[in-house]
């Protein structure tokens, strides 16, 4: 008697369960239960607050059950910083999103003089940094940003010794940069092997401290003053 009371229970659950998923519409639930009152965000240094707020009308009201993740990804994709994200729900009323962001890599400097972050998807994202935000031990990025162009040559400035020493990348026209270091050198790069001109940077600046010029346009030819 009591297994056959037991299994009684267990369908009983599951009809309930099956009446709970099933009323649901798109504007809201007919049968509402586990509405979502709260949203919380784990791991958002740089996530926008308008995307913040986006997210909070979609899914305040919504149930637990019925989230949808495809138009909540339409909504982080407006985002410059959200790599990916989980929902965490926790019932009877509140959901937790975990985001993956990305990391800012370098400040650049527009017309207006106005700072933005670059994230590590190479992009020029909506923040800007006041004067006082400034110390952020990024590099500082100036002139035409195209994004393939940047991302090539920051992915080997960061593969190189030198790295360390640069304050400012400068991009140029014809895929040229110049790059200014932390002790004022300026630096003009040319457009063959980047590895191999950045390791002969490094061995001038180890060996020469008080260069404030150099020129490696010319390969096979370096100028310094």
């Given at each position: 008697?009591?297994?056959s ?29 586990f ?5 919380e ?80 998807n ?33 992915l ?11 304050n ?43 260069v ?14």
């Open positions: 008697m009591q297994g009371k037991g299994k009684r229970n267990l369908f009983l659950y599951l009809i309930l369960f099956f009446l709970l998923t099933s009323y649901f519409s798109n504007e809201k639930n007919i049968f509402p239960v509405n979502i009152v709260s949203v965000y784990k791991n958002n240094d740089f996530l926008e607050e308008n995307i913040k707020n986006d997210i909070r009308i979609f899914l305040i009201g919504k149930s637990l059950l019925k989230i949808n993740y495809y138009d909540l990804s339409a909504i982080f994709g407006k985002s410059d910083w959200v790599k990916n994200f989980k929902i965490y729900k926790r019932y009877p009323n509140k959901v937790i999103i975990g985001i993956t962001e990305y990391q800012p890599i370098a400040l650049y400097k527009n017309k207006n003089n106005e700072y933005y972050l670059v994230n590590n190479f992009k020029i994202t909506n923040k800007i940094i006041k004067k006082k935000e400034k110390n952020l031990n990024l590099i500082y990025v100036s002139g035409t940003f195209k994004k393939q162009q940047f991302s090539n040559i920051y080997e400035l960061i593969k190189s010794d030198i790295f360390s020493k640069i400012k990348l400068k991009l140029l026209n014809l895929d040229r940069s110049d790059l200014y270091l932390k002790n004022d050198t300026h630096v003009k790069l040319g457009v063959y092997d980047m590895q191999e001109q950045l390791n002969i940077l490094y061995k001038i600046t180890e060996k020469y401290k008080n404030k010029y150099i020129d490696l346009r010319n390969r096979n030819k370096v100028i310094m003053r």
